[in-house]
């Protein structure tokens, strides 16, 4: 393809492409929502599993628990109520897009300058691909304190478990 421009048509497809990631991000957050789902089985299952439990352990876990997922609800509304200028710049995305999609469409044989190609192959996924990072940087960010609590809160079930049933070893509250 060297020496020869490349037309508008030619980005069509990519550009149809780019109006339906948009669109698609808009309206399904996936980085966010998958981690906010993954922690809130998590926390589900935790807290399903000692349901009826009776040790004082297995009781302090369960309040534990319920703080962890009361704090876990604060922060995911508060990471849903930070995502309106992600949608924003995805809707943007989508619209412009568009746009480009419509003049591809009307001018199809139009000469690009290398330049003008490279922008629409940025505007296509670029811009997007730069939307869903940085919703998964967000989603990280937002959601480590609740991971890290988590991941202790966890980790204290199986400690304790191995302590209490280890032969000829007294029982430890932690």
Known sequence: ???????????????????????????F????????ARISRTIE???VALRGVTMPFA????RDMLDLKLRFVTVREAL???LMPFMIA???GAFLNLLALIAATMDTGRALTPCQAD?????????FLMVVVALEVLA?????????????????????????????VPVVNN
């Open 1 to 27: 393809m060297e020496g020869t421009m490349a037309s508008f048509g030619d980005f069509s497809s990519l550009l149809q492409l780019g109006v339906g990631t948009g669109v698609g991000l808009s309206l």
């Open 80 to 82: 849903d109520r930070s």
């Open 59 to 62: 009781q302090r876990k369960r």
């Open 29 to 36: 957050r996936a980085p966010v929502d998958l981690r906010v």
């Open 45 to 47: 299952a935790e807290l």
């Open 90 to 92: 995805a809707v943007i």
């Open 119 to 127: 922008a629409l192959i940025f505007l296509s996924v670029g811009w």
């Open 140 to 168: 990280r960010l937002k959601l480590q304190s609740i991971n890290r609590d988590l991941r202790t809160l966890r980790q204290k079930r199986a400690t304790s478990i191995q302590i209490q049933s280890s032969p000829g």
